[in-house]
């Protein structure tokens, strides 16, 4: 199994999305990026922890790779909107991507250089080491699994969804 700690918006949205796809066998939401220890949501959310929202993916690269992995990452955010994704706004929710080696750097890397041509805004995701993870709480975990029906997931995750089921549906399980 391999891990890559995404962020791009609220962390529920990175979640929903990357348990619909086939060969990810799990998802943890949660804070990375800052320089508080153990942060409070409210205090990532505040923007005084220098946090972003990301959710650890685990997948199983032998049935997707981290290329398709990103993939998809790029299609459920907007990569060049600095600190905002919709209503979400401020650094904790900035697009970043948080590699565990050489490798997924140069993925990564690679993979935002495709995806610039894609896009006439340039891309602000920020690709740096990851150090460390924070769990958000519980109630934060499968959000949008145990919360479908909230109105931020209908409005703001659902949209996403649709657009991955569209654009990924052979990816999806």
């Keep these: ?17 990357f348990q ?5 066998t799990g998802t943890v ?8 220890p153990h942060p409070s949501y409210e205090a990532v959310y505040s923007g005084k922890t220098g946090h972003a929202e990301v959710a650890q993916v685990t997948f199983d690269p032998t049935v997707i790779s981290l290329e398709d992995i990103l993939d998809v990452f790029w299609i459920i955010h907007d990569p060049t909107t600095l600190n905002r994704q919709g209503p979400d706004v401020g650094t904790a929710y900035r697009s970043i991507i948080l590699y565990n080696s ?16 894609l896009w006439p805004d340039p891309i602000v995701t920020e690709i740096v080491p990851f150090t460390v993870f924070y769990n958000a709480g519980a109630e ?4 949008y699994r145990n919360n479908q029906e909230a109105r931020y997931c209908q ?7 649709d ?5 990924f549906a052979e990816k999806l399980a």
């Excluded at 934060?140 to 959000?143: A, F, I």
């Design 29 to 36: 939401v949660g804070y990375a990026g800052g320089s508080v």
């Design 1 to 17: 199994m391999e891990i890559i700690t995404l962020g791009g918006g609220c962390n529920w949205c990175i979640e929903a999305a």
């Design 102 to 117: 050489d490798e997924q750097k140069a993925i990564a890397e690679r993979s935002k250089e495709v995806v610039a041509k």
């Design 163 to 167: 657009r991955l089921r569209q654009k």
């Design 20 to 24: 619909l796809v086939k060969g990810v």
């Design 155 to 161: 409005i703001i995750i659902n949209p996403k969804l």
């Design 140 to 143: 934060h975990q499968n959000y």
